[in-house]
């Protein structure tokens, strides 16, 4: 028998459907938000109303998509957390109405366990243990995966998250949010010519404030000689950002393979889409022999298919929730 599962993803400012048929995905859609643009940064009030408005019909496309009908589907997973608690409420709520009216069991996902498994969406796909670095717009972990759902963060941030860092750098340029693909963009046509300083900070933790404030000083001082400073260094500006935050996250994530012996080696989240973290990923990869990962764009940044990947791996161990399970704002992977 085919096993269809549902996934939901709604934590932050993309609301998201999938189907997945025995590991397989056979949709995945996504409704993404433009209203936070006009304020930097995502609402989290107009994000809830949007998911409101989005959910019923993103769903109805992904069932569509995938060719199968309501009543084929045998289980519903969905995003309880972390998150923002409007946005996630719409996910959860949606996924109980859906659940009780088909009679149909609930999975509850981890947001940050599905990132891992977003590689588990397609081929190839890694061999435990394998370190997967995870950064989005809300973490930067250094995950030690040891099997579908048994995971140790053995390192994270102290701070800002990778992403917030490219925002908010972004935004210091007068980039639209979110930044990190613009910054992406334009250090492309860049050189790294301007040295910011890389935090000393020990063990596999990473900081990301102190790196935006040298930039703030730095984009100060030179502002002050010449007004037009940004607008003429700007693909250098991004491409010297974006290569110390490549450099932070690949020093550590080196170091995380130094000290646990482990060669395989992946990254996921959102910021895994970033040209120069993926370039500089294969290549130590490939220096130091590992066998590396990075998903397909589509399963980097928010999506509901890392979410029903997540709850195929539960719903084979039967891993259920009942109506009373609620959203929760802070939730750890282990
Ligand atoms: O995983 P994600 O879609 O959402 C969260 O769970 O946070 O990650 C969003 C983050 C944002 O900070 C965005 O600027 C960043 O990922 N991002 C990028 C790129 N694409 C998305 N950062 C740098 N370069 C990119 N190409
Ligand atoms: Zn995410």
């Not at 025995?22 to 994000?47: F, I, M, R």
């Not at 040209?275 to 928010?302: H, M, V």
Request: net charge neutral; with cysteine; charged share 20%.
């Amino acid at each position: 028998m085919d096993i269809n599962i549902l996934g939901i993803e709604s934590s932050c400012d993309d609301t998201s459907a999938s189907i997945l048929q025995n590991g397989v995905v056979l949709s995945n859609c996504v409704a993404n938000q433009e209203a936070h643009k006009l304020y930097g940064g995502v609402v989290p009030e107009v994000a809830s109303r949007a998911h409101q408005a989005n959910i019923i019909p993103v769903v109805d496309m992904a069932i569509k998509k995938a060719g199968i009908s309501k009543k084929d589907i045998h289980a519903v997973a969905f995003t309880r957390g972390p998150g923002l608690m409007g946005s996630l409420i719409v996910g959860v709520s949606f996924a109980k109405a859906f659940a009780l009216s088909l009679d149909i069991p609930m999975i509850e996902v981890n947001h940050m366990k599905a990132h891992v498994l977003a590689h588990f969406a397609e081929d190839p796909k890694p061999t435990f243990p394998f370190l997967c670095l995870t950064v989005s717009g809300g973490h930067t972990q250094i995950v030690l995966v040891k099997d579908f759902l048994d995971m140790e963060v053995i390192g994270h941030t102290l701070d800002d998250a990778a992403g917030e860092a490219f925002d908010k750098t972004g935004k210091l340029l007068g980039l639209d949010y979110p930044a990190g693909p613009l910054v992406d963009k334009y250090a492309k046509q860049g050189q790294p010519v301007f040295p910011f300083p890389e935090p000393r900070i020990p063990d596999l933790n990473f900081s990301f404030s102190g790196l935006k404030t040298s930039i703030l000083y730095f984009l100060k001082r030179n502002l002050k000689k010449d007004p037009q400073f940004i607008e003429t260094n700007l693909a250098d500006i991004c491409a010297s950002v974006q290569d110390r935050i490549v450099s932070i996250l690949i020093n550590k994530l080196k170091k995380a393979a130094k000290q646990t012996g482990i060669k395989e080696v992946a990254i996921a989240g959102g910021v895994s889409a970033n040209s120069g973290l993926r370039t500089a990923f294969q290549a130590t990869g490939k220096n130091l022999g590992w066998n590396t990962y990075i998903p397909r764009f589509e399963f980097c940044t928010d999506n509901a298919a890392m979410i029903a990947v997540t709850g195929y791996y539960k719903y084979l161990k039967k891993d259920f929730v009942g109506q009373e399970v609620e959203p929760v704002a802070r939730m750890k992977i282990s």
